[in-house]
């Protein structure tokens, strides 16, 4: 009888005869071969596209155009050899997307996504699901994520076929010949390796954790350790690929201290160019051999200043193809063969700095209608990922000769490429990235795309941007740090720790604190220099350099970045021994540095605790050594270890004592005295946790003080001088309120204003909810006068308030509804120009700046368009459907000698493509006539040299134009003499 077969996951059994034999091994299950996401534009985002399109495998290889929409969804390849496209869903508008990000997660549920361990990649987990998700960052700057997709399920081995049943026995045979050699046996099964591992930390109170289990509260997230909790542990949770977990013991890594650290690192404050003698190099290029590197010095920047301390600025003009690099700020901190000893082995330290920079912009400002222009040089490094903004447009007639503006970044022979178009009117900003596969020269150039026929309309280019995030780049080096301990960057502990403890980082233009938290190696070279290194890495361009300002670096022991330290002339005395608590260990060098003069000084205290009971006993290091099981604490003093006292608790009603020093202290009251002791504060708890005052200064009471807070935090003072920044979010100034980065008037029913005023020079300015007296009977919300009978500076003007609006296609000054009332005029003085120069050919008008026009003919048979209502929209600030009538003039001017006159067109169907809603209807006949010959008469129509006033209506959705002066349109008929 044939035993029942057990089927599990993806797998199959085949039956066998019962010969004897094992069975056969299950064929493997249908899986998951590989999973990607993909991506592809569609003109509809409402039906998805079909798996027989196009899909890519990364966003930057769209070729974004407007009117199109971005669709993404999973690609899956299964072992059966099958493709599925699973989860379409439409991202949004081309427009809109600056990168997206495809991300996975491989989670324990079928039905809720993972919240954490989304990545670029993702490692195959049997029994576990893969999700898919992308990361989307918007044109605006701003990020989200697609809603997270379940699209397939590692599945685990089968179990074995049972093995088939005993044969009948055969009859004997004859001796045969000996058979040939057995087949090799059947590969083993894997090994459990390791699948992944995640580093755990925690802060508590407890000086000793055994184990990850004895407390709860562990977090990916490195804590602050506090008075509190002054214990930071550390615990690394291993997964295996087959099954099991487990758990390190817990490290202790630091513990809390007050105050701030000394920092290692000198001339740290900028305070001169005088007070950088610390600094061993200070903006030095490394240039290639044979060239010669740009002369840009850094500087000691007091105008950029970060917490009133200045800043190192510095830029780097120059490419990868005159230089290695530019180091920005380099000095020495350990060298004991020179005298420098600041750091010790087998430490934890800190390197913090503040930092804010960007590379400049390229700005091209060209106008085209070339097949090629706006070329720049670039120098690219490979397998570096750049990102290239292109911003740009095109006008109305590239657009209606189907042409765009497209970008190409390429290599010399074209064999590396890539390209993003704009096809806006308006000014657009375009993005595409490249990675170069080969270090050199490259370029980028723009074109009025495609090379066809007809190229009378232009794009222009306004600026190139190209980054690549390597903004900065710090060094710890050469030997120092010890590589096979990961690294704490910003908070976040790194997969790895990179020689030289290499990091670049990528800046904006807001200051931001970076921190880098690193271990030593327990022994350090006593000739080999350890630096200090700030550095940049060559530009893509020389016009596109990179700028930096650098503020308060510091390097400085423990883990954690405690505040600046640095006397305000950068000159500091010998410091304060760094008192470092630790458990004893064996191999570990401690230090007693009461005898060093300078640099960074420490006394190690530690504890040796008795497993069993948990009690302690501390020592005091003595002198400088390194521990050993014969030198250890063993239980009283030694020439290495000095016991500390330990008292039984005590109670009396009074101590008297010269100096204190207090690990832990709790009291009712503190009461601060002069030296006669007189009580000029107090620091103490309340009862009325109301209306009591825990903490006031100046007063011998609370209700005396001119300075108190009370137990909710409420600040009381008499006055306030302040030097620094004041960060307020909530709260009254007068008649207003804080509300986010807004003052507002609170209640909007009152009439809070700002007013400035010079009563000498009969100036006012003012806005609020009504600045005008009571007496006016009237409100106004904005007032601004400038009434100086002086004539101070001798110009006879005065201006009561000046607008600016620039850097835009279309800029306006000031926009509103209503009437305007002025007892003076309002002047426009600015005129726009157009070159009519090409035979059969209407040039529109599109006003950006004016609505004036010096029209040169330089073609006899050219003709002039009248704007189109779309285009008047823009220009006005107005959406389209807004009544407006509007006056152009149009001065024409003839540069032919064969001038005959021209045609101001509107609506017509005489020129290809203006017989539309969008031109203006006219009130003159369109057909030039010149010299004519109708049999009985003669006929004149064109518009000569001169200015034409003409008025432009837009009304009940009527567009029409009409002309306010005539005085240079011939319309005549001479008739014959009979």
């Not at 920079?357 to 570096?384: D, K, W």
Request: glycine share 10%; hydrophobic share 30%; charged share 20%.
């Amino acid at each position: 009888m044939q035993k029942p077969r057990k089927f599990k996951a993806a797998f199959t059994c085949r039956w066998a005869p019962s010969d004897g034999k094992d069975g056969e091994n299950g064929k493997d299950g249908i899986g998951i071969k590989s999973a990607d996401v993909v991506f592809t534009l569609s003109t509809s985002n409402t039906t998805p596209p079909a798996d027989s399109v196009t899909w890519v495998t990364l966003f930057s290889q769209l070729y974004l155009m407007e009117n199109t929409y971005v669709w993404s969804c999973t690609k899956t390849v299964l072992t059966s050899g099958a493709t599925t496209y699973t989860g379409k869903q439409c991202l949004g508008a081309s427009k809109d997307f600056a990168t997206i990000t495809e991300q996975y997660a491989v989670g324990s549920s079928g039905t809720t996504a993972p919240t954490s361990g989304w990545g670029t990649s993702y490692t195959p987990t049997k029994e576990l699901w893969l999700w898919t998700r992308n990361r989307i960052r918007w044109t605006s700057g701003a990020f989200t994520y697609t809603t997270a997709i379940c699209i397939g399920y590692f599945g685990k081995d089968g179990d074995k076929g049972d093995k088939g049943d005993p044969g009948k026995d055969g009859t004997d045979g004859k001796d045969g010949e000996n058979g040939k050699d057995g087949t090799d046996g059947k590969d083993g099964e894997d090994g459990n390796g390791i699948s992944t591992q995640t580093t755990y930390f925690i802060a508590t109170d407890q000086m000793k954790v055994t184990s990850y289990s004895s407390i709860s509260g562990w977090s990916t997230t490195f804590p602050t350790a506090t008075e509190q909790k002054p214990y930071v542990w550390k615990c690394v949770k291993t997964t295996y690929t087959k099954s099991g977990t487990t758990y390190s013991t817990p490290e202790l890594i630091t513990t809390y201290h007050s105050g701030d650290n000394a920092n290692i690192i000198d001339n740290a404050a900028f305070t001169s160019a005088d007070n950088m003698s610390a600094w061993w190099d200070k903006s030095v290029y490394s240039e290639l051999s044979g060239k010669t590197a740009p002369s840009d010095k850094g500087k000691v920047d007091t105008s950029n200043r970060k917490d009133n301390h200045n800043s190192y600025y510095d830029t780097c003009k120059a490419t990868g193809a005159t230089i290695n690099y530019k180091e920005i700020l380099k000095q020495t901190v350990h060298q004991p063969s020179k005298g420098i000893n600041k750091l010790a082995g087998g430490q934890w330290y800190t390197f913090s700095f503040w930092a804010k920079g960007y590379q400049q912009t390229i700005y091209v400002n060209e106008t085209s209608s070339n097949y090629g222009f706006a070329t720049r040089n670039l120098y690219l490094v490979a397998g570096r990922t750049y990102r290239i903004a292109i911003s740009g447009k095109i006008d109305a007639t590239a657009l209606a000769n189907g042409k765009e503006l497209r970008t190409f970044i390429y290599n010399d022979g074209w064999t590396e490429q890539n390209a993003v178009a704009i096809k806006s009117t308006s000014q657009t900003t375009a993005f595409m990235t490249f990675i170069p596969k080969t270090t050199g020269a490259y370029k980028i150039t723009s074109y009025q795309y495609n090379s066809e026929a007809p190229r009378t309309g232009t794009v222009t280019v306004y600026t190139y941007s190209i980054t690549d995030s390597l903004d900065l780049t710090t060094y710890i080096y050469p030997t120092a740090v010890d590589n096979n301990t990961k690294i704490i960057v910003d908070g976040i502990e790194q997969g790895s720790t990179p020689t030289d403890l290499v990091f670049s980082w990528t800046l904006t233009s807001q200051w931001k604190r970076h921190t880098i938290t690193f271990k030593t190696k327990s022994s350090l070279s006593t000739t080999e220099a350890q630096n200090v290194l700030f550095r940049f890495q060559p530009a893509p361009n020389e016009e596109a350099y990179r700028q930096v300002w650098i503020c308060m670096p510091k390097l400085e022991s423990g883990m954690f970045a405690t505040g600046f330290v640095d006397g305000i002339d950068d000159l500091r005395g010998i410091p304060g021994l760094i008192e470092r608590t630790s458990e004893w260990s064996e191999g570990t060098e401690y230090h007693n540095d009461e005898s060093l003069s300078g640099g960074i000084r420490y006394l190690d205290i530690v504890t040796v605790t008795d497993s069993t009971t948990g009690d302690f006993t501390m020592y005091q290091c003595r002198v400088t050594h390194t521990s050993t099981t014969a030198n250890a604490p063993n239980g009283g003093d030694s020439t290495e270890w000095l016991k500390l006292n330990q008292m039984r608790p005590i109670y009396t009603p009074l101590i008297v004592a010269k100096n204190a020093v207090l690990r832990f202290a709790q009291t009712n009251r503190i009461l601060i005295t002069n030296s006669q002791d007189k009580v000029q504060g107090c620091f103490g708890g309340v009862e009325d946790e109301t209306n009591g005052y825990p903490l006031w200064i100046g007063g011998i009471t609370a209700a005396a003080a001119k300075f108190r807070v009370k137990y909710g935090g409420q600040l009381e003072a008499t006055e306030a001088s302040i030097t620094g920044t004041i960060n307020a979010t909530s709260g009254k100034i007068a008649g207003f309120t804080i509300s986010g980065t807004s003052l507002t008037n609170t209640p909007w029913t009152n009439d809070a204003t700002i007013i400035f005023r010079n009563d000498n020079k009969g100036c006012f300015a003012g806005i609020g909810g009504n600045v005008l007296p009571a007496s006016a009977g009237m409100r106004a919300v904005a007032r601004f006068e400038n009434e100086d009978k002086t004539n101070q500076w001798g110009l006879d003007k005065n201006i009561a308030m000046i607008l600016s609006a620039k850097n835009g296609t279309f800029n306006y000054a000031f926009t509103g509804a209503g009437n305007g009332i002025l007892s003076g005029a309002i002047v426009g003085y600015g005129f726009e120009e157009k070159s009519a120069n090409k035979a059969n050919t209407c040039f529109i008008l599109e006003p950006i700046n004016s609505l004036i026009f010096y029209v040169t003919i330089s073609n006899a048979s050219a003709t002039i368009g009248l704007p189109t209502l779309s285009w008047i929209c823009l220009f006005l600030g107005i959406s389209k459907g807004t009544a407006f009538r509007i006056e152009i003039d149009i001065c024409i001017v003839n540069s032919v000698s064969d001038f005959t006159g021209t045609m101001i067109h509107g609506r017509t169907d005489k020129v290809n493509g203006m017989n539309t809603s969008e031109y203006p209807s006219v009130s003159w006949n369109q057909t030039k006539e010149y010299n004519s010959d109708k049999g009985s008469y003669i006929q004149d129509n064109y518009f000569a040299g001169g200015l034409n006033k003409i008025t432009l209506i837009y009304r009940n959705g009527n567009y029409a134009a009409g002309l306010l002066s005539e005085n240079t349109l011939r319309n005549k008929i001479t008739w014959k003499d009979d």
